[in-house]
């Protein structure tokens, strides 16, 4: 358990690592576009597309760091009916494995996309950076959601739980 734990703090860290850098260079390329733009009247042409990807790569892996904390939206009016029964430990494993699905689906199509638009070589058009490299997110993303969402899965099907994981497992 204890190597589960150190792999999941590493996976944290670098997902934490990952958005802030990418929130970093998203905010900085911005800020020096719009002082080029209006302060010497001449902006970057590949500035928006670079942000709009960066923020496409961002909600994907901020996607893996709600499903660890819980934080996705969920309608839980059955769950808090059937809170402390067998039924309300059973609906939550229920929707978990969705989730799991769910996951596991944007991974397989996902990457089906991105290999599609690899092979028809697309760029993109102003910085000419493959767009499979953008389409990849979403198995990535998706990915680490399942990882995630296994995570939560086990630690209500064995009542194990620890400080990393969200107060909401029950």
Known sequence: MAILRLLDAILSLIEQ???GGL???ASFVLFVNVVARYGFNSGFSWAEELTRYAIVWMVFIGSSVAA?????IGVDVLARIFIGSRYGKFLTLSVDLL?????????VLGWD??????EFGQMSPAMQIPLWTVQLSI????LLMALRFSQRF???LTGVT?????KNLN
Not at 139 to 142: H, L
Not at 162 to 166: G, I, K, P, R, T
């Open 17 to 19: 690592a990952l958005i």
């Open 113 to 118: 996309l991105a290999a599609q638009v690899r």
């Open 139 to 142: 198995p990535v993303g998706g």
């Open 154 to 156: 086990w630690g209500r």
């Open 23 to 25: 929130l970093l260079l």
């Open 68 to 72: 660890r904390k819980g934080a996705h």
């Open 162 to 166: 620890d400080s990393a994981q969200v």
């Open 99 to 107: 989730c799991i699905t769910f996951s596991i689906f944007l991974v």
